[in-house]
Structures are given as structure tokens and as C-alpha cells.
């Protein structure tokens, strides 16, 4: 078992701090189990579980564009790339966070974080105010829309379930359950639209900003990342090699 773990199990409420402060924390060189993620998941709050494409216990799902010799995917998302977005926006559920664990890497492929506490506090004041009043809507069908592949492996219940259910409302403006910290919360790749509406370019200007407080990560085996999905989103380029990630999702419903 890792450095890390033995420290966590300790000392998780000064690595939740930086998690809050900065929206994200590194670790490197880290030789971790499904148990051992999953400890770290729950000392954050109470973690998601899974339907398949898990790796030794439900809540750890396998990231990947590895597949069987009869071509079956190992993971989810494949290898493209994946635009700007806050995990499972389109959901009618609430995930604040989620942890990257870095099994196997023979890709330059990066992942990038922009932390959107950031981009609100350089906003000015009168745009602050003005953006308290938005409410995005967020819908899962754009993602093949305007990336032309599945992504997430969604039954066909879940899919009717969600065209039932409608897009997701969410504040523009998430206040943090923990911190009190407020973010834009835009997850551009489901948006479908917000109310009222933006204006021509505004969006755009918006993601430009986003881009002036962002951090690129290029894996590398044995990295572990934790991040705050409600102040930070992220995006991936493509895959030009085989990659392997596990990821644990949380709340902050139990255990912050």
C-alpha cells in the first residue's frame, strides 16, 4: 500500500483543503488497488456506484479505449477527444467530485482542468450579479451530437428515461456546499441552453476565460488525481496511444 494511503487515512482533511482551495490536487507515483481508491473516495463523501466496466468492486469504473480480442470496449469514453464539461451535468443527480488513477499510459493524451471559482472572481462586479440569475439546462444527447460517438455506455432505458425527464436546470453560479466558494458552472459539451439567454459570442468569451485559468495534465502511470467537480470542468484530447484510467466518484452528502 502507498505513502499516500497511510497519510489519507490521517491527514484527508488537509488534502480535501487543497481540493476546495484549488479545485484540484496531484499526487504522483502512486501503486493503488480498487480498495485502496475507493478509501480515499469515502473519506470525501458517499461514492457512486456502477453498473459494469468496473475493476474489482462497483465504485471503481475502468476509463479506457482498450478493448478484447473480439473488439468489446474495456472502458468507457473510447479514444476521442472530449470537450469542456462537469461530470454527469445532464443527470438529475449531484456529483461533487471524483478521483483519476492513472493503471496504464502509452498516450500523450492531456487532460485539462479550468477552475471556474477562478473565472468568477475575475468577472466583473455587475456580471457577477447578472449571472446569479441564469440557469443552464444540460442534456445528454448533445454529447453524440456534437462529438459522434457514445461516450458513456447508457441503456436504452436510460436514455428514454432522460429524453423523458427533459434536460438538467442548473444554476449558472454554484455555490460550494463545502467552501462557500462560488463558480461558474457551465459544462459547455451538454449545454443546450441557458435562461435567459446569452448573447452571440458570450459563451465563447466566457470558455476564452476559462482557458486564462487552466492547468494540463499529461498522464503518466501511477498518477492520482482528485478534483472538485462543481468549481473546476475539464476536457481531454485525444488518445494517440492505449490508456487505462480508474475513477471514483463522490458526493458530499456523507463523510466532508
Not at 481540493?19 to 481508491?37: A, E, I, N, S
Amino acid at each position: 500500500m502507498s505513502e499516500l494511503l497511510g497519510d489519507a487515512r490521517t491527514m484527508h482533511q488537509a488534502i480535501k483543503a487543497d481540493v476546495f482551495k484549488y479545485g484540484l490536487t496531484l499526487m504522483r507515483g502512486q501503486t493503488l488497488t480498487p480498495d485502496d481508491l475507493f478509501e480515499i473516495a469515502a473519506s470525501f463523501g458517499a461514492v457512486l456506484k456502477n453498473r459494469d466496466l468496473t475493476e474489482g468492486r462497483p465504485e471503481i469504473l475502468r476509463i479506457s479505449n482498450k478493448t478484447d480480442e473480439a473488439g468489446k470496449a474495456l472502458g468507457i469514453l473510447g479514444e476521442r477527444e472530449l470537450g469542456w464539461h462537469n461530470d454527469y451535468s445532464h443527470k438529475h443527480m449531484d456529483l461533487h467530485g471524483a478521483l483519476l488513477y492513472a493503471v496504464e499510459v502509452d498516450s500523450n493524451t492531456v487532460t485539462s482542468w479550468a477552475d471556474m471559482s477562478g473565472v468568477y472572481e475575475a468577472l466583473l462586479e455587475v456580471d457577477k450579479q447578472r449571472y446569479e440569475s441564469y440557469v443552464g439546462y444540460h442534456a445528454f444527447e448533445l454529447l453524440k451530437e456534437r462529438y459522434d460517438h457514445e461516450a458513456y455506455r447508457v441503456s436504452a432505458a436510460e436514455r428514454r428515461l432522460s429524453i423523458m425527464r427533459g434536460p438538467k436546470r442548473r444554476p449558472l453560479v454554484q455555490t460550494h456546499p463545502i467552501s462557500g466558494r462560488k463558480a461558474l458552472y457551465l459544462s459547455p459539451t451538454f449545454l443546450s441552453h441557458t435562461e435567459p439567454p446569452m448573447v452571440d459570442g458570450e459563451l465563447n468569451t466566457l470558455l476564452g476565460l476559462a482557458e486564462l485559468h487552466m492547468y494540463d495534465h499529461v498522464w503518466a502511470k501511477g498518477d492520482l488525481i482528485v478534483y472538485d467537480n462543481l468549481t473546476t470542468m475539464h476536457r481531454r484530447t485525444a488518445l494517440d496511444g492505449q490508456r487505462v484510467l480508474w475513477r471514483a466518484q463522490f458526493d458530499y452528502a456523507h463523510g466532508a
